[in-house]
Nanobody
Framework: QVQLAESGGGLVQAGGSLRLSCAAS????????MAWFRQAPGKEREFVAS????????IYAEAVQGRFTSSRDNVKNTVALQMINLKPEDTAVYFC????????????????????WGQGTQVTVSS
């Protein structure tokens, strides 16, 4: 099973940018669609973005559309989330997720199709 480790979180002012990275080990990274979720204090974990195994297709939650971009490198076994124009409401713990072996990227909008989670990285956006 693939293991995931996020990095790149931190504190940023509203309007700023951050780039999250997720390194995968074990398993076959290129066989999995990947996703990002986030969880704000007192709220349920929510879908942010997902990307196909090839990296050619991706989808985003409406709240982040146009501001966040997901990418992956199947040679380095990494997936990234570039975030620009950050807002205070983007404050959350961000989780990297690997889909189950047969899950398409668009199916990762549901956490039930996630096979592995990273430990999360905190993103805090100050106003």
């Amino acid at each position: 099973q693939v293991q995931l480790a996020e990095s790149g979180g931190g504190l940023v002012q509203a309007g700023g940018s951050l780039r999250l990275s997720c390194a995968a080990s074990g398993g076959t990274f290129g066989a999995h669609a990947m996703a990002w979720f986030r969880q704000a204090p007192g709220k349920e974990r929510e879908f942010v973005a997902s990307i196909s195994w090839s990296g050619r297709e991706s989808i985003y939650a409406e709240a982040v559309q146009g501001r966040f971009t997901s990418s992956r490198d199947n040679v380095k076994n990494t997936v990234a989330l570039q975030m620009i124009n950050l807002k205070p409401e983007d404050t959350a713990v961000y989780f990297c997720a690997a889909g189950n072996r047969n899950s398409a990227y668009w199916q990762l909008k549901s956490a039930t199709n996630v096979g592995a989670w990273g430990q999360g990285t905190q993103v805090t956006v100050s106003s």
